[in-house]
């Protein structure tokens, strides 16, 4: 039986729901300000189309604000990998709102019509329409390319079915043919803002959209922030970010796939807190590439390391193209992944590679201690990397327990076995629970954890496959 301390830090988890409760709070009251002022002719399936549109616009544009590398829009959601997260789903939600607004507006454009005159087109509505055919098949190409290497997660039931198709290979070598890599993506990406106008001024040259200022200006407003951060982002807000200049001092294969680079900075260094990421920027034979990886060294140690899988164009080829005395430039830190912030009574989860942060937590414990107790429990396929360095860690510490697990021998890490190892079952509500690792296997470990007792609020998870 073991004993639990009682909770004497605060968790600080609720403030992950902060900004997602603000931006759905905006789109209701946007929605009800419609409604309440309604169509002026009565004709309310168009309005409703309208609305919808008016919707799209609304969501995209916050999308565009949650990316825009703001401090606020960091701390408001918790971490900027929370804000891209909310930024794909508030992306892909605009998407769907575009189809009753296609379906059921009336898709007139041009000036509002004077008094006493009939409605016609002209050349404002070709343009008008021009302008939503390039907005919508823009931002829904956009859309789907963001989406499409997370299919296996939305249709997981397909998976099986597409694994044993004979067309598999020949699809992945035309999509990466046609798609490219991430820098393709990522640059491709940049022109969300471009298309996000041209709807905007779509819907202002659509004259039945309008039945009074309010809607007229609360539409204006709406597309106007987007606009205006998309704006900031592409020509103001690389003079703002935090960049510092390294040189890197040694390329470590640790593990087949499994590379670390130790870098020296070149004047300021990074400080941050243990747990956190950063952008890192490498040059290759390609020009500059810049992902985001979490950081695996201590806040006080002469070097900066980082712990990278091979799982990208990049990633796989860091060991053959970076060299010691190479630039890098860091810009961050980023993400609250901070186990001070949770209770005295602690567990740790990291499958493979996410083992990342806790490498960084462990390697602070000098300066950043640890509470009353945790259970750290770390998953990998055979033999675990840095799994000697764990065990000279937990040694050197007795409220620290390491639960090594080979899923190659063992199977698959469960909720139950965590729970059961770590004795939580008299009083699991007085827990927190840590996790990092591949998507599906950390959304299995939150549904069963919360079904277990522990709240909500005491679950953290590091998102570091976010895009």
């Known amino acids: 039986m073991s004993v639990l301390?009682?909770?004497?830090?605060?968790?600080?988890?609720?403030?992950?729901?902060?900004?997602?409760?603000?931006?759905?709070?905006?789109?209701?009251?946007?929605?009800?300000?419609?409604?309440?002022?309604?169509?002026?002719?009565?004709?309310?399936?168009?309005?409703?189309?309208q609305l919808a549109g008016a919707e799209a616009v609304l969501l995209m544009s916050a999308a565009i604000v949650l990316i825009s590398v703001l401090p606020a829009v960091e701390s408001w959601f918790d971490g900027i990998d929370r804000a891209a997260i909310w930024h794909r789903r508030l992306s892909v939600t605009g998407m769907v709102l575009v189809i009753p607004h296609v379906l059921f507006s009336s898709g007139h454009h041009g000036p509002?019509?004077?008094a006493g005159q009939p409605m016609s087109g002209?050349?404002?509505?070709?343009?008008?329409?021009?302008?939503?055919q390039i907005g919508v098949w823009g931002l829904a190409a956009l859309a789907v390319w963001a989406v499409a290497p997370r299919w296996r997660m939305m249709l997981p039931w397909l998976a099986p079915y597409v694994a044993r198709s004979a067309v598999?290979?020949?699809?992945?070598?035309?999509?990466?043919?046609?798609?490219?890599?991430?820098?393709?993506?990522?640059?491709?990406?940049?022109?969300?803002?471009?298309?996000?106008?041209?709807?905007?001024?779509?819907?202002?040259?659509?004259?039945?959209?309008?039945g009074s200022q309010v809607l007229r200006w609360s539409y204006l407003i709406a597309g106007g922030i987007g606009i205006a951060f998309y704006a900031y982002r592409e020509t103001m807000a690389r003079y703002f970010l935090p960049l510092h200049d390294y040189q890197v001092a040694a390329v470590t294969t640790v593990a087949p796939g499994l590379t670390e680079l130790a870098l020296t900075p070149v004047g300021r260094p990074l400080h941050f807190t243990p747990g956190q990421f950063a952008m890192l920027f490498l040059e290759s034979a390609d020009g500059w590439r810049r992902h985001p990886f979490t950081i695996s060294s201590a806040p006080h140690d002469d070097v900066l390391r980082f712990t990278i899988k091979a799982l990208g164009d990049d990633t796989t080829r860091i060991q053959t193209l970076v060299r010691p005395g190479m630039p890098a430039v860091v810009g961050g830190p980023h993400g609250r992944f901070d186990h001070t912030r949770g209770t005295d009574r602690q567990i740790w989860i990291a499958g493979g590679i996410g083992i990342t942060p806790f490498l960084?937590?462990?390697?602070?414990?000098?300066?950043?201690?640890?509470?009353?107790?945790?259970?750290?429990?770390?998953?990998?396929?055979?033999?675990?990397?840095?799994?000697?360095?764990?065990?000279?860690?937990?040694?050197?510490?007795?409220?620290?327990?390491?639960?090594?697990?080979?899923?190659?021998?063992?199977?698959?890490?469960?909720?139950?076995?965590?729970?059961?190892?770590a004795g939580t079952g008299h009083d699991p509500g007085r827990v927190s629970v840590f996790l990092c690792g591949p998507a599906p296997m950390v959304d299995a470990f939150v549904r069963r954890l919360r079904r277990a007792g522990v709240p909500g609020r005491q679950i953290h998870r590091e998102h570091f496959d976010w895009r």
């Open 122 to 132: 002209g050349r404002g509505a070709d343009f008008g329409g021009l302008l939503a």
């Open 112 to 114: 509002p019509p004077q």
């Open 5 to 49: 301390a009682p909770p004497v830090r605060r968790s600080a988890a609720p403030a992950r729901r902060r900004g997602p409760a603000g931006v759905l709070t905006v789109a209701g009251l946007f929605a009800v300000l419609w409604l309440v002022v309604g169509p002026g002719d009565g004709g309310w399936l168009s309005f409703a189309g």
């Open 360 to 421: 960084s937590w462990l390697r602070a414990l000098d300066r950043h201690p640890l509470p009353a107790r945790v259970d750290l429990f770390y998953s990998a396929v055979g033999d675990a990397p840095f799994a000697g360095e764990i065990a000279a860690v937990a040694a050197a510490h007795p409220n620290l327990r390491v639960h090594q697990h080979d899923s190659t021998a063992r199977g698959f890490l469960t909720a139950d076995d965590i729970l059961a190892a």
């Open 168 to 210: 598999v290979p020949h699809l992945r070598r035309a999509s990466r043919w046609l798609l490219g890599g991430y820098e393709r993506w990522r640059a491709l990406h940049r022109l969300t803002g471009l298309f996000l106008a041209a709807a905007f001024v779509h819907g202002l040259l659509d004259a039945t959209m309008f």
